[in-house]
């Protein structure tokens, strides 16, 4: 009876055991999945947030595209107002100097009435009877037909130059409408230009507040960072190492600066996330010439991740000045540059919260601190 007992005990243990175990095994394999689960729900979200940021990435690329679009017509239709101003002041100079010659043929061709009437007062008739007056006749009529074809000859030059200010008057009138014109005009891409702008201010805000809610600032500037250093490597491989474009070495510590203003970002230091600046940010007003610090040419002029509307010039023996961040690009690929030629107008974009320009030397691609190549000037 005894030994009937134990074996009941030891069944019961045993079923126990095998019931622990398959709970225990039960509740692994509920927590392995709930974990499956919530591995599969943070690839998701991973994946809706790397949606999410490149939706506003596009939207910022699209805002810096229509802001630089309306920035060029603005630049271009500011020209055309300025050359119809100058012609219209050149013109006006011409109708002036025109009206004082107009006035002097008129005092010349008074001055010819008057001695042909002065002349007019002998009596002819008697002259022509008294024989012994035949010279001096001839010596009046002689005149005459000198006053005559004098007078001829003003009255030409003063029709010909009444002609000319009616060809200066209708040229006004048509300047002036033209003016009028483009003044419609360059109010109404002001406008566009405005709009622009706060749509790509509105699309820098979203790129913030999405970099800062999903954490991925610190990654974000190293894929910009990996780009650009991508981009510059393969220009340099293409870069035209032109006979003329002589590098920069010489000219070390003499280059002019390609903007005025305030330095808010040095060479080498920490930015946001960390990472090490291989260039300097200078702060300047949107718009701003952007001139190039050397001759060169230009061997890219495009949007870029993170530096908006970039333009790189080759200046030769694997020197490259790189500005970024622009409103609008002046210059395109190919282009030859001179010394202080204005290649952009400065911006923000690239999701840039304030205008400024980026600004970047390189010698066979590595990175060199500009202000040592700049003149001591800003």
Not at 256 to 268: D, E, K, R
Not at 291 to 310: F, M, P, S, T
Not at 359 to 369: H, L, S, T
Request: aromatic share 6%.
């Amino acid at each position: 009876m005894a030994k009937f007992g134990f074996l009941t005990w030891l069944q019961q243990s045993l079923w126990l055991l095998l019931f622990c175990c398959f709970a225990a095994s039960a509740q692994q394999q509920q927590e392995l999945a709930q974990l499956q689960q919530q591995i599969k729900l943070t690839e998701q979200q991973v994946k809706q947030q790397q949606k999410q940021l490149a939706q506003v990435e596009k939207k910022l690329q699209q805002s810096d595209r229509e802001l630089a679009q309306a920035s060029i017509k603005l630049n271009q239709t500011q020209q055309q107002h300025d050359a119809i101003v100058n012609r219209q002041q050149q013109l006006q100079q011409e109708q002036q100097q025109t009206q004082q010659l107009l006035l002097k043929q008129k005092e010349l061709l008074a001055a010819q009435v008057k001695s042909a009437h002065q002349l007019g007062q002998h009596d002819y008739s008697q002259m022509l009877l008294n024989q012994q007056d035949a010279g001096k006749l001839e010596r009046i009529l002689t005149y005459y037909q000198y006053f005559n074809q004098a007078r001829l000859k003003q009255l030409a030059s003063i029709n010909a130059t009444l002609h000319q200010l009616e060809q200066i008057d209708a040229e006004l009138v048509e300047q002036a409408q033209q003016l009028a014109a483009n003044l419609s005009q360059l109010k109404q891409q002001q406008q566009q230009l405005n709009l622009a702008k706060l749509k790509q201010q509105q699309a820098v805000t979203k790129l913030q507040n999405a970099l800062q809610e999903q954490g991925k600032q610190l990654d974000y500037l190293r894929q910009n960072e990996a780009s650009l250093q991508a981009t510059l490597e393969q220009l340099a491989k293409l870069a035209d190492q032109a006979k003329e474009l002589v590098g920069l070495t010489k000219q070390k510590g003499k280059l002019n600066w390609p903007i005025n203003g305030s330095i808010s970002q040095h060479f080498g230091e920490r930015r946001q996330g960390g990472m090490s600046s291989r260039g300097i940010l200078i702060q300047t007003t949107e718009g701003a010439a952007i001139k190039a610090i050397a001759d060169g040419q230009v061997i890219y002029a495009d949007w870029l991740k993170g530096y908006g509307w970039v333009i790189v010039l080759d200046h030769g023996a694997g020197f490259m000045s790189l500005y970024g961040h622009n409103q609008s690009l002046l210059k395109t690929p190919g282009s030859r540059i001179t010394a202080g030629e204005t290649i952009a107008a400065a911006g923000m974009s690239g999701g840039q919260a304030t205008a400024g320009l980026y600004f970047e030397i390189r010698n066979k691609g590595e990175a060199v601190n500009p202000i040592s190549w700049l003149s001591k000037q800003n």
